[in-house]
């Protein structure tokens, strides 16, 4: 089982830059570009703050893959 992230997805498709998810968030660009590229593991604190910023419910930033 791998689970996929889908926040650059997300993020594409509302058409919001980095920058601005950053801002809306308090997330580092520099982290979420991180975790977009899967060089880091998100916390749950870190996900509840994207998902609100993103204005979906957690659960869609994930993608279960078997």
Same mark, same amino acid.
Do not use: A, F
């Given at each position: 089982m791998k689970i996929i992230l889908l926040i650059k997805q997300i993020r594409?498709?509302?058409?919001?830059?980095?920058?601005q998810l950053?801002?809306?968030?308090?997330v580092s660009?520099?982290?979420i570009n991180?975790?977009?590229?899967g060089?880091?593991?998100?916390?749950l604190?870190?996900?509840?703050k994207l998902s609100k910023a993103l204005n *979906?419910?957690?659960?869609s930033l994930y993608k *279960?893959?078997?």
């Open positions: 594409k498709e509302r058409k919001i830059s980095l920058k950053s801002e809306k968030s308090g660009k520099t982290h991180d975790i977009e590229k060089y880091k593991e998100p916390s604190e870190i996900m509840i *979906v419910p957690i659960q *279960v893959q078997w």
